[in-house]
């Protein structure tokens, strides 16, 4: 399963208030490893101000449902305002992973410098195919119809 968090952006909030908001979002009571959504503000920062998660969303997986966190700038951000529906559960409380989208350009330096100080957080291409479409199982492992042969002994 799947949560959706749509979080307006710049200019209803800076690049860095806009990754506060997610960390608050993301996290409480029980959360493990906090201190590396903190540390990784700058480099999360850039990702923002770059609109990466406008288009690919950043997705947490770990502890309850994939959630997939899409930033609104422009207009769309003024628009909509800073409300953001409280998540169920906590994504952060266990073992989780963050997955960033980033720019083919500045990938190699993200990735270096996450690694350095936020090793839960991932990145990906914004220009390979969704995380989530990749992990899609495939039509035939899902189970399509169930054909049923009423013809049972020839017909009698």
């Given at each position: 399963m799947r949560v959706r968090r749509d979080l307006?952006?710049?200019p209803l909030r800076s690049a860095s208030e806009t990754w506060e908001r997610i960390?608050?979002?993301v996290t409480g009571p029980g959360s493990r490893d906090v201190g590396q959504l903190s540390s990784a503000t700058g480099?999360?920062?850039s990702i923002i101000t770059d609109e990466h998660p406008a288009r690919r969303a950043i997705l947490i997986e770990?502890?309850?449902?994939?959630?997939?966190?899409?930033c609104r700038f422009g207009m769309k951000a003024v628009e909509t305002g800073a409300q953001v529906d409280a998540l169920m559960w906590n994504p952060t409380a266990g073992n989780w992973?963050?997955?960033l989208p980033c720019d083919d350009e500045n990938i190699d330096w993200v990735k270096k410098s996450l690694a350095k100080?936020?090793?839960?957080?991932?990145?990906f291409g914004v220009a390979d195919a969704d995380r989530a479409q990749e992990e899609e199982v495939p039509a035939e492992s899902k189970g399509g119809p169930i054909l049923?042969?009423?013809?049972?002994?020839?017909g009698l």
């Open positions: 307006s952006s710049i960390i608050a979002l480099v999360i920062a770990g502890v309850g449902p994939q959630l997939r966190i899409y992973t963050m997955h100080c936020a090793p839960r957080i991932k990145v049923v042969d009423w013809n049972i002994n020839g």
